[in-house]
């Protein structure tokens, strides 16, 4: 280059920043729904995130994928997948920070009676457990962990766990998926006492510990799911796997499971929690992989997925050849039992979509601030201006939506609330995550060529782009989506909650307040499934706009509901005025401010 050509007009790297303290949609989303929330942890989280250092761990994680070793050089058999150890290190991040189980990690409302469920199957005589208290442990990450609620907020641990979620996707999202099923699996334990007041300890702790050894002998424990299986897909009833009972113990009820899983993410985790045909029908089973007596339990890693994308995380396929597993529930009541845990990572869906997003606006922010074309800077270009805008009102009204849901997990003890929890969950997974990978696409455009090249795992667009589709598929897909909120809508009080959560707008807009004023009475005619999508998709923009009201500048709620609401109306073909492409809000949006809000520096 020293003789061809000089090189310039390339944009430096979006690196050392602080992703908290540079995301205002996310700061002043905090504030509405936990005021009383210190986000000091959370700053230190975001600088640590944005650093060069867990970036270069972020790339290494997933140029260098995971790799089952079946078995020994001896023939013996391993069922072992080994990661890289970039990937040891965001686990430790993660984990440290809390994202797994903070909201757990208190003492729950509802807490095992004296004496109950404190007995283990592994006998007197053994060594007890040894387990560190939330906080303790490999002080590696170089961030205080998020508060415990010692006076910071306390009453909103799912709001700060949500937030500190979305942080790390921008990061990395694949490490994700056993912390979030970690956070989902934990609160369904209490289905078996004796189970949770084992495991509770070491599912909540900050320590990160992937040695494959006894649950008694871990700092820290992670937790996956098994559900799916080649025949059957969303629709579970249609397992084949079988439970037989096989006696009893310090943890209940014991089961020999035979058959297989199709989809069994995080192979490596200490447990899993996996449906399967007991004699009174589809159940839950607690399946871990190191049995109490210290032998292997026999689940067989077959192969890994070869996926499109998250290829920093373990997917397998799985056999069970009469693997021990322990009832959690009642026998046949399998599929309610997995409902909570399923509802959990839908808003994982959510969050982790959300945080995309915000990842992928801004780096098309950061790009086209610094790159030239035609005589000036792209961000200055009058086209690019109206993109970048309209993909920064997608991203913070995905961010307004998925952590309003989750103030909703917060505060479910309210009537309200937990109506809201039911709704919103299908609504924030089925439309944030339905437009993620149209907005990955066209902020990828921004960047041109540089954003469609991997170039050995830096090309983080690239990584974006490739992982969208997963969380819309993941826990369900579209169809399944707008089906559970049909289901949601025809409960009694759902429609007089959902007229109190729009009722914050009302005036505001007169196309918001036309949108609301229909929904009741679509809820109330919708007798067939074939419009269930547009009613999703209508109730998840009445619902921003709402939030958006209460959260963001003007400019940036006038254009949203002028964009996406102003061209509503009863019985026209499209959900709004806005066309198929982002790009197209009219000439009088406040472009100046809705661009700067969402600036990465």
Not at 123 to 146: D, I, R, Y
Not at 181 to 189: E, K, Q, S
Request: include cysteine; charged fraction near 20%; aromatic fraction near 6%.
């Amino acid at each position: 280059m020293d003789t061809t050509h000089e090189v310039f007009n390339q944009p430096e790297p979006l690196v050392g920043y602080n992703l908290f303290e540079t995301n205002r949609p996310l700061r002043d989303a905090l504030k509405f729904n936990a005021p009383a929330l210190d986000t000091a942890a959370l700053a230190a989280l975001g600088a640590t995130l944005g650093s060069a250092g867990m970036q270069t761990h972020a790339r290494l994680a997933n140029i260098h994928a995971p790799e089952l070793h079946s078995h020994d050089r001896f023939g013996r058999r391993l069922d072992q997948v080994e990661f890289h150890p970039s990937y040891h290190e965001l686990m430790k991040l993660a984990t440290g920070a809390g994202l797994h189980g903070t909201p757990w990690s208190r003492p729950h409302p509802n807490p095992l009676p004296k004496g109950e469920g404190t007995t283990s199957p592994v006998g007197e005589g053994t060594t007890p457990p040894v387990f560190l208290s939330p906080g303790e442990g490999p002080a590696s990450p170089a961030f205080p962990p998020l508060p415990l609620g010692e006076g910071r907020g306390e009453g909103s641990p799912h709001v700060e766990r949500a937030a500190g979620f979305m942080l790390f996707t921008e990061l990395e999202p694949s490490v994700l998926c056993p912390i979030s099923m970690t956070y989902a699996v934990t609160p369904a334990l209490r289905g078996n006492a004796a189970i949770y007041a084992d495991w509770a300890p070491g599912l909540t702790s900050r320590a990160y510990d992937p040695e494959f050894k006894p649950w008694q002998r871990k700092a820290g424990l992670t937790m996956g799911m098994g559900m799916t299986e080649k025949q059957g897909g969303s629709d579970v009833r249609a397992n084949t796997t079988r439970a037989e009972p096989a006696g009893s113990d310090g943890w209940g009820a014991r089961y020999a499971l035979t058959g297989h899983k199709w989809f069994f993410s995080a192979p490596m985790c200490d447990a899993f929690l996996v449906l399967a045909q007991a004699p009174a029908g589809l159940s839950c089973f607690f399946l871990p992989r190191i049995l109490p007596d210290g032998s292997v339990n026999a689940i067989r890693i077959q192969r890994l997925k070869d996926k499109l994308g998250n290829k920093a995380n373990a997917s397998s396929e799985v056999e069970f050849e009469g693997a021990q597993a322990w009832l959690v529930g009642e026998e046949g009541r399998g599929v309610p039992q997995i409902l909570e845990m399923g509802t959990m990572t839908r808003l994982d869906c959510a969050l982790g979509t959300s945080g995309l997003m915000r990842q992928a606006l801004s780096l098309a922010l950061h790009h086209t601030s610094q790159r030239k074309a035609f005589g000036k800077l792209l961000i200055d270009q009058p086209l690019m201006r109206n993109v970048l805008a309209d993909l920064a009102l997608e991203s913070e009204a995905a961010t307004v939506l998925a952590l309003r849901l989750a103030r909703a997990f917060d505060k479910s003890a309210d009537a309200h609330e937990a109506v809201m929890a039911r709704l919103l969950t299908p609504i924030a997974k089925f439309w944030i995550c339905k437009r993620g990978s149209h907005f990955a696409q066209e902020a990828m455009e921004c960047l041109g060529g540089n954003g469609y090249v991997e170039e050995g795992g830096v090309g983080v667009m690239a990584r974006i782009y490739r992982e969208m589709p997963l969380n819309s598929i993941w826990e369900g897909a579209g169809n399944i989506m707008a089906l559970d909120l049909l289901r949601a809508l025809r409960k009694a009080d759902a429609v007089a909650a959902l007229e109190h959560e729009l009722s914050a707008a009302r005036g505001a807009h007169p196309a918001l307040d036309r949108l609301a004023a229909a929904l009741p009475a679509r809820v109330e005619d919708m007798a067939t499934e074939l419009e269930a999508r547009r009613l999703a998709q209508d109730v998840a923009l009445a619902v921003q706009a709402v939030l958006l009201l209460q959260t963001a500048p003007a400019p940036v709620f006038s254009a949203f509901c002028d964009s996406r609401i102003a061209g509503w109306q009863p019985g026209a073909p499209s959900g709004g005025a806005w066309g198929p492409v982002f790009g197209t809000l009219a000439a009088g949006t406040d472009f100046d401010s809705i661009i700067a809000r969402a600036m990465p520096r």
